[in-house]
Nanobody, 132 residues
Framework: VQLVESGGGLVQTGGSLRLSCAAS????????IGWFRQAPGKEREGIAC????????AYADSVKGRFSLSIDNSERTIHLSMNNLKPDDTAVYYC??????????????????????????WGDGTLVTVSS
């Protein structure tokens, strides 16, 4: 089982990056896959997640309106498009996946997901640095 992140790097304030999370080794449907980040000296923060079956999404307030998720089912990959980046977005970004039963409304499920509850798999992370 693997979640492999890519796309991190150095960008100036106001710039954009697209992170990708490629999944392998487990069935792709009926999962929620999302992104967490951790800046030096700070707690881990869940920022966005998506249902691989329904495409429903949820975002933390800190990134709402600037970040967006998309899914490529044929490539088993989740993309996080990040726009209008700020120095506070500097962090290691991690991809994580958890089994999701669609009988639960995604809006309700995503609250726990973004707290990091019940993750089945984690990636190793990719560093995003936003210079001022």
């Amino acid at each position: 089982v693997q979640l492999v992140e890519s796309g991190g790097g150095l960008v100036q304030t106001g710039g954009s990056l697209r992170l990708s999370c490629a999944a392998s080794g487990f069935r792709f449907d009926h999962y929620a896959i999302g992104w967490f980040r951790q800046a030096p000296g700070k707690e881990r923060e869940g920022i966005a997640c998506i249902s691989t079956t329904t495409g429903s999404t949820a975002y933390a307030d800190s990134v709402k309106g600037r970040f967006s998720l998309s899914i490529d089912n044929s490539e088993r990959t989740i993309h996080l498009s990040m726009n209008n980046l700020k120095p506070d977005d500097t962090a290691v970004y991690y991809c994580a996946a958890a089994l999701y039963h669609e009988s639960v409304a995604f809006a309700d499920y995503s609250v726990g997901f973004l707290y990091g509850y019940g993750m089945d798999y984690w990636g190793d992370g990719t560093l995003v640095t936003v210079s001022s």
